[in-house]
């Protein structure tokens, strides 16, 4: 099992700046896919943005050019730097890990982007 903690949330303004990080932790031996995805109040889960165990990165066209994924695979973690954040960015964001055969989600941070 692998357990994952994600953090950095919060009330920004638009055009602030947030960063946010997920650690995972447990039996862990191999993790490959590390990403970022949100979920607004009625809206399926979507894809943010995730980076493959050798760093090659993958965004949603919305954020392109504003957030940036990266991982530090000694600490096991993934962060996501929201830059020039929009309302339209309001969101619970969840982490997703893919861990041998099987992926595992983290619990979700809100991200609330208003003047």
């Known amino acids: 099992q692998v357990q994952l903690v994600e953090s950095g949330g919060g009330l920004v303004q638009p055009g602030g700046s947030l960063r946010l990080s997920c650690v995972a932790s447990?039996?862990?031996?191999?993790?490959?896919?590390m990403g970022w995805y949100s979920q607004a109040p009625g809206k399926q889960r979507e894809l943010v943005a995730d980076?493959?165990?050798?760093?090659?990165?993958n965004y949603a066209d919305s954020v392109k050019g504003r957030f940036t994924i990266s991982r530090d695979n000694a600490k096991n973690t993934v962060y996501l730097q929201m830059n020039s954040l929009k309302p339209e960015d309001t969101s619970v964001y969840y982490c997703?890990?893919?861990?041998?055969?099987?992926?595992?989600w983290g619990r979700g941070t809100q991200v609330t982007v208003s003047s």
């Open positions: 980076i493959t165990s050798g760093g090659s990165t």
């Open positions: 997703k890990v893919v861990h041998g055969r099987q992926y595992f």
């Open positions: 447990g039996n862990i031996f191999r993790i490959e896919t």
